[in-house]
């Protein structure tokens, strides 16, 4: 089989030559988008040789930065992002790159943020620009959803629409296969099931009902600690990706979850695929296909590997499956 083959066949939960791997982390700022992202990406992949490359989302999306919320009702301040958004053209055209290189050797998603996780970045720059902790803007985000709900509603409805638009064309103007959607808002010591009910999950389903036809496939990317997994059950998606070290459902308790459906993952981001020893990360692969099996299963890690980590752990990791 070659790569395509490959993780075709793990999508559809058939017998594969060997179980395929892709793991992934952030490059630095010089190569957000464009010709920079594609050469970067296009020379990851060459020195890493994964079985499905993802593409870091690091553009940005436009009202990040620019539109200050001081107060609930600043977010009917926001108006729509329209495709021809420098940011939305330089991730478009970045993707246009890497397909026209390697899109006949391996299959390629995207990376796609939902609503939730596009309005804690408004809040996290209104509060501190550049500030790296969310968890005072997830706080804020609570706060003004029961506070006064219906300003920020709203701007979950136009974002909703601005992704959907966003991700669609990733493919049908790029030619990427696949959609990595980062679902963010699980936790359950965050917000109340009826609250991610209401302000989390009809925005992800706006966005993943819109993938539904354009998409070869979509990856429900269910990210942080101690989440209530069941709120994602649900979701319209071929792949499921958590990270089960943090507080999670195991492998086999995911994949009752969500039906059956393909699972991506089992290796700690942050345990020996990033810091050693091998002989770890051999007992961690081998842990995750006990659990697992061959079918419908790709080896990666529950989240994204730190910067900087030693590309060499990953190619030992996926060298464990061969044979």
Request: charged share 20%.
């Amino acid at each position: 089989m070659n790569k395509i083959e490959r993780v075709r066949a793990a999508l559809r939960g058939a017998e594969v030559d060997r179980v395929p791997a892709g793991f992934w982390f952030h490059f630095p700022p010089e190569f957000r988008g464009g010709e920079a992202m594609a050469r970067r990406h296009i020379a990851y992949y060459r020195q890493a040789d994964p079985d499905i490359l993802k593409v870091m989302n690091d553009t940005g999306y436009a009202p990040v930065g620019t539109l200050k919320i001081a107060k609930p009702s600043d977010w009917a301040k926001l108006r729509p992002t329209p495709l021809s958004d420098p940011l939305f053209q330089s991730h478009i055209e970045g993707l246009k790159g890497i397909v026209r290189e390697i899109g006949g050797e391996v299959l390629i998603m995207t990376t796609a943020f939902n609503p939730y996780n596009q309005a804690v970045a408004i809040l996290r720059d209104s509060l501190t620009p550049g500030a790296p902790d969310s968890e005072p803007a997830r706080r804020l985000f609570v706060e003004q959803a029961r506070t006064e709900p219906e300003p920020l509603l709203g701007a979950l409805q136009i974002m909703a629409e601005d992704l959907a638009r966003f991700y669609c064309a990733c493919i049908s103007e790029a030619g990427i296969g696949g959609i990595y959607y980062s679902a963010q808002g699980g936790e359950r010591d965050l917000m109340t099931d009826e609250e991610h009910a209401r302000f989390v999950a009809p925005f992800d389903l706006q966005i993943l009902n819109a993938l539904r036809g354009v998409a070869e496939f979509v990856v429900g990317h269910f990210c942080g600690k101690e989440l209530n997994l069941g709120r994602f059950a649900d979701y319209p998606v071929q792949v499921a990706n958590w990270a089960h070290q943090s507080g999670n459902l195991s492998l086999g308790e995911g994949r009752m979850l969500f039906r059956g459906i393909t699972i991506l993952g089992g290796l700690d981001e942050r345990g020996p695929l990033a810091y050693g020893p091998r002989e770890a990360l051999e007992r961690e692969v081998r842990t995750s296909l006990q659990q697992t099996g061959t079918r419908g299963f790709m080896l990666g890690a529950g989240c994204t590997v730190p910067n900087g980590v030693d590309v060499s752990n990953l190619i030992y990791a996926r060298s464990l499956l061969a044979g």
